[in-house]
C-alpha cells in the first residue's frame, strides 16, 4: 500500500491529470480499498476497474459503495468471491458498471472448457473497453 500510495502522489506531482484510472485484480482491490479508505483517490477525477474484486472483504464493499466516481467491475459466476446478493446491491450503484461472466472462476477459466474460457476473457475485455470508449466520447 505504502508503495502505491508513494506512486500516486509522485504521479499527481509530475503533472495536473484530468484522470487517473487504478486497476485492480484480485487482492489489488483490496489495496484499492485502502487507497480510498485513506483519501488518496479523489471520487472527482478517479475512476476504477475492480477486476475479481474480494467482495467477502468489508472494506472492498464499504469503499465500493462509498466511491462515487466511475468504476468498472467484473467477477464470474464460479469465482469463490462471488456473491449474487452483493453483485446485485453493487450493480444499483450510480456510475458503477458490472459485467457478471457466466461459468468464470476466479481466473476467468471456464472449469474444462477452453474455447469457454476463451470467451470469457472476450467478454471481459470488450465490457473494459466499452467502459474506457464511453468516456472518451
Sequence with gaps: IFDVSAAISMARGQRAYQRI????KSLGTLVIA????ANL???SFSQILWLTPVLQDETV????????????MTIGTD??????QKVSELRALPGMSVVVVDRADHGFDVDADVIGSIQA?????????????????
Design 121 to 137: 476473457v472476450e467478454q471481459e475485455m470488450h465490457a473494459v473497453a466499452r467502459f474506457f470508449s464511453v468516456q472518451s466520447q
Design 34 to 37: 485502502h487507497l480510498l479508505e
Design 21 to 24: 484510472t487504478v486497476v485492480g
Design 79 to 84: 469465482d469463490p468471491a462471488y456473491d449474487a
Design 61 to 72: 464493499i464499504r469503499q465500493m459503495k462509498r466511491f462515487r466516481g466511475r468504476s468498472f
Design 41 to 43: 483517490l479523489d471520487d
